[in-house]
T-cell receptor, first 110, second 114 residues
Protein backbone atom coordinates (compact mmCIF):
# COMPACT_ATOMS: atom_id res chain seq x y z
CA UNK A 1 0.00 0.00 0.00
CA UNK A 2 1.32 3.44 -0.92
CA UNK A 3 2.00 5.82 1.93
CA UNK A 4 0.03 8.55 0.13
CA UNK A 5 -3.14 7.67 -1.74
CA UNK A 6 -5.16 10.06 -3.88
CA UNK A 7 -8.64 9.76 -5.27
CA UNK A 8 -9.97 9.92 -7.84
CA UNK A 9 -7.23 9.18 -10.38
CA UNK A 10 -9.14 10.99 -13.10
CA UNK A 11 -11.87 13.57 -12.82
CA UNK A 12 -13.90 15.29 -15.54
CA UNK A 13 -16.11 18.24 -14.67
CA UNK A 14 -18.17 20.90 -16.37
CA UNK A 15 -17.16 24.52 -16.02
CA UNK A 16 -18.61 25.99 -12.85
CA UNK A 17 -18.76 22.75 -10.87
CA UNK A 18 -17.39 22.35 -7.36
CA UNK A 19 -14.50 19.88 -7.33
CA UNK A 20 -13.02 17.82 -4.52
CA UNK A 21 -9.81 15.79 -4.66
CA UNK A 22 -8.95 13.57 -1.71
CA UNK A 23 -5.65 12.51 -0.17
CA UNK A 24 -5.06 9.94 2.56
CA UNK A 25 -1.68 9.24 4.10
CA UNK A 26 -0.34 6.61 6.46
CA UNK A 27 2.88 8.28 7.64
CA UNK A 28 3.31 10.79 10.45
CA UNK A 29 3.70 14.13 8.76
CA UNK A 30 5.11 17.55 9.46
CA UNK A 31 3.15 19.08 6.60
CA UNK A 32 0.92 18.13 3.69
CA UNK A 33 1.55 19.71 0.29
CA UNK A 34 -0.74 20.20 -2.68
CA UNK A 35 0.96 20.72 -6.04
CA UNK A 36 -0.36 21.53 -9.51
CA UNK A 37 1.18 20.33 -12.75
CA UNK A 38 -0.01 21.70 -16.07
CA UNK A 39 0.62 19.90 -19.38
CA UNK A 40 4.24 20.56 -20.30
CA UNK A 41 5.65 19.54 -16.95
CA UNK A 42 6.15 22.47 -14.59
CA UNK A 43 5.01 21.86 -11.01
CA UNK A 44 3.78 24.65 -8.78
CA UNK A 45 3.20 24.44 -5.05
CA UNK A 46 -0.38 25.43 -4.18
CA UNK A 47 -0.54 24.83 -0.45
CA UNK A 48 1.51 23.58 2.45
CA UNK A 49 -0.53 22.90 5.57
CA UNK A 50 -0.16 21.11 8.87
CA UNK A 51 -3.58 21.85 10.37
CA UNK A 52 -6.97 23.34 9.58
CA UNK A 53 -7.68 25.03 6.31
CA UNK A 54 -6.06 27.36 3.79
CA UNK A 55 -7.66 29.34 0.97
CA UNK A 56 -6.20 30.97 -2.10
CA UNK A 57 -8.67 32.41 -4.56
CA UNK A 58 -11.01 29.61 -5.65
CA UNK A 59 -8.82 26.91 -4.12
CA UNK A 60 -9.31 25.59 -0.60
CA UNK A 61 -7.21 22.94 1.14
CA UNK A 62 -8.21 21.23 4.37
CA UNK A 63 -6.51 18.68 6.56
CA UNK A 64 -7.73 16.39 9.34
CA UNK A 65 -4.67 15.22 11.26
CA UNK A 66 -6.56 12.65 13.35
CA UNK A 67 -8.03 10.99 10.26
CA UNK A 68 -4.84 11.47 8.19
CA UNK A 69 -6.84 12.96 5.37
CA UNK A 70 -6.67 16.09 3.29
CA UNK A 71 -8.91 17.53 0.59
CA UNK A 72 -8.38 20.05 -2.16
CA UNK A 73 -11.50 21.90 -3.29
CA UNK A 74 -11.94 24.07 -6.35
CA UNK A 75 -14.98 26.31 -6.43
CA UNK A 76 -16.50 27.55 -9.70
CA UNK A 77 -14.12 25.42 -11.76
CA UNK A 78 -12.77 26.75 -15.04
CA UNK A 79 -11.06 25.05 -18.02
CA UNK A 80 -7.77 26.65 -16.98
CA UNK A 81 -7.94 24.55 -13.79
CA UNK A 82 -7.34 21.48 -15.96
CA UNK A 83 -4.11 19.98 -14.64
CA UNK A 84 -2.73 17.14 -12.56
CA UNK A 85 -3.04 17.77 -8.83
CA UNK A 86 -0.51 16.03 -6.61
CA UNK A 87 -0.65 15.47 -2.88
CA UNK A 88 2.66 15.05 -1.04
CA UNK A 89 3.45 14.35 2.61
CA UNK A 90 6.49 15.72 4.39
CA UNK A 91 7.47 13.01 6.86
CA UNK A 92 7.59 13.85 10.55
CA UNK A 93 11.07 13.85 12.09
CA UNK A 94 12.67 16.70 10.23
CA UNK A 95 13.01 14.96 6.91
CA UNK A 96 12.75 17.36 4.02
CA UNK A 97 11.90 14.57 1.63
CA UNK A 98 8.35 14.31 0.37
CA UNK A 99 6.27 11.21 -0.29
CA UNK A 100 4.09 11.79 -3.33
CA UNK A 101 0.69 10.53 -4.35
CA UNK A 102 0.27 9.46 -7.95
CA UNK A 103 -1.78 12.52 -8.85
CA UNK A 104 -5.33 13.30 -9.95
CA UNK A 105 -5.84 14.37 -13.54
CA UNK A 106 -8.58 17.00 -13.69
CA UNK A 107 -10.25 18.03 -16.93
CA UNK A 108 -12.73 20.89 -16.84
CA UNK A 109 -14.83 21.19 -19.96
CA UNK A 110 -16.35 24.50 -21.09
CA UNK B 1 10.62 35.87 -8.25
CA UNK B 2 12.04 32.51 -7.23
CA UNK B 3 13.54 30.42 -9.95
CA UNK B 4 14.74 26.92 -10.60
CA UNK B 5 16.10 26.37 -14.08
CA UNK B 6 17.09 23.19 -15.88
CA UNK B 7 19.61 23.04 -18.68
CA UNK B 8 17.34 21.51 -21.32
CA UNK B 9 13.59 21.02 -21.86
CA UNK B 10 14.07 18.15 -24.29
CA UNK B 11 17.03 15.84 -24.76
CA UNK B 12 17.60 12.85 -27.01
CA UNK B 13 20.56 10.58 -26.27
CA UNK B 14 21.80 7.22 -27.45
CA UNK B 15 22.14 4.11 -25.30
CA UNK B 16 25.50 4.07 -23.53
CA UNK B 17 26.09 7.82 -23.67
CA UNK B 18 26.98 9.76 -20.55
CA UNK B 19 24.27 12.34 -19.88
CA UNK B 20 24.45 15.43 -17.72
CA UNK B 21 21.33 17.21 -16.49
CA UNK B 22 21.94 20.48 -14.73
CA UNK B 23 19.78 22.41 -12.30
CA UNK B 24 20.35 25.92 -10.96
CA UNK B 25 18.40 27.74 -8.26
CA UNK B 26 18.67 31.39 -7.31
CA UNK B 27 17.00 31.22 -3.88
CA UNK B 28 20.01 30.29 -1.75
CA UNK B 29 18.24 27.06 -0.79
CA UNK B 30 20.18 24.42 1.10
CA UNK B 31 18.24 21.44 -0.24
CA UNK B 32 18.08 20.27 -3.82
CA UNK B 33 16.34 17.24 -5.28
CA UNK B 34 16.26 15.22 -8.46
CA UNK B 35 13.09 13.32 -9.35
CA UNK B 36 11.89 11.31 -12.25
CA UNK B 37 8.26 11.18 -13.24
CA UNK B 38 6.71 8.31 -15.16
CA UNK B 39 3.06 7.67 -16.08
CA UNK B 40 1.29 5.69 -13.38
CA UNK B 41 4.24 5.90 -10.99
CA UNK B 42 4.21 9.55 -10.00
CA UNK B 43 7.26 11.41 -8.78
CA UNK B 44 10.11 9.33 -7.43
CA UNK B 45 13.18 10.70 -5.69
CA UNK B 46 16.51 9.83 -7.28
CA UNK B 47 18.92 11.85 -5.12
CA UNK B 48 18.78 14.57 -2.54
CA UNK B 49 21.47 17.05 -1.49
CA UNK B 50 21.29 18.99 1.78
CA UNK B 51 24.52 20.94 1.38
CA UNK B 52 27.44 21.47 -0.95
CA UNK B 53 29.18 18.14 -1.60
CA UNK B 54 26.58 16.34 0.55
CA UNK B 55 24.14 13.88 -0.98
CA UNK B 56 21.74 11.18 0.00
CA UNK B 57 20.27 8.39 -2.11
CA UNK B 58 16.59 8.52 -2.81
CA UNK B 59 14.25 5.71 -3.75
CA UNK B 60 15.73 4.90 -7.18
CA UNK B 61 19.43 5.88 -7.32
CA UNK B 62 20.63 2.95 -9.45
CA UNK B 63 22.19 4.10 -12.72
CA UNK B 64 22.49 7.71 -11.55
CA UNK B 65 25.02 9.85 -9.74
CA UNK B 66 24.95 13.49 -8.67
CA UNK B 67 27.31 16.37 -8.11
CA UNK B 68 26.92 19.51 -6.03
CA UNK B 69 30.06 21.61 -6.08
CA UNK B 70 28.27 24.93 -5.57
CA UNK B 71 25.19 25.69 -3.48
CA UNK B 72 23.10 26.88 -6.42
CA UNK B 73 23.88 24.01 -8.80
CA UNK B 74 22.93 20.35 -8.65
CA UNK B 75 23.79 18.00 -11.50
CA UNK B 76 22.33 14.60 -12.30
CA UNK B 77 24.58 12.23 -14.23
CA UNK B 78 23.52 9.15 -16.14
CA UNK B 79 26.80 7.26 -16.40
CA UNK B 80 25.66 5.04 -19.27
CA UNK B 81 22.19 5.90 -20.47
CA UNK B 82 19.73 3.09 -21.04
CA UNK B 83 16.29 3.05 -22.63
CA UNK B 84 14.60 2.49 -19.27
CA UNK B 85 15.91 5.90 -18.22
CA UNK B 86 13.65 7.58 -20.77
CA UNK B 87 11.55 9.81 -18.54
CA UNK B 88 10.71 13.31 -17.36
CA UNK B 89 13.35 14.58 -14.93
CA UNK B 90 12.45 17.31 -12.46
CA UNK B 91 14.71 19.27 -10.17
CA UNK B 92 13.50 21.03 -7.03
CA UNK B 93 14.92 23.05 -4.16
CA UNK B 94 13.81 24.00 -0.67
CA UNK B 95 15.03 25.60 2.52
CA UNK B 96 16.71 23.54 5.23
CA UNK B 97 14.85 21.90 8.17
CA UNK B 98 12.67 21.95 10.17
CA UNK B 99 10.73 19.73 7.83
CA UNK B 100 7.74 20.80 5.81
CA UNK B 101 9.33 23.45 3.70
CA UNK B 102 7.85 24.17 0.30
CA UNK B 103 9.70 22.74 -2.70
CA UNK B 104 10.19 24.84 -5.83
CA UNK B 105 10.35 22.90 -9.06
CA UNK B 106 12.13 23.48 -12.34
CA UNK B 107 10.32 23.11 -15.69
CA UNK B 108 11.55 19.56 -16.25
CA UNK B 109 13.71 17.83 -18.85
CA UNK B 110 12.10 15.21 -21.04
CA UNK B 111 14.87 12.74 -21.80
CA UNK B 112 14.55 10.14 -24.52
CA UNK B 113 17.19 7.42 -24.75
CA UNK B 114 17.19 5.56 -28.07
Amino acid sequence: KNEVEQSPQNLTAQEGEFITINCSYSVGISALHWLQQHPGGGIVSLFMLSSGKKKHGRLIATINIQEKHSSLHITASHPRDSAVYICAAGRWGGSEKLVFGKGTKLTVNP
Amino acid sequence: DVKVTQSSRYLVKRTGEKVFLECVQDMDHENMFWYRQDPGLGLRLIYFSYDVKMKEKGDIPEGYSVSREKKERFSLILESASTNQTSMYLCASSLAPPGGYEQYFGPGTRLTVT
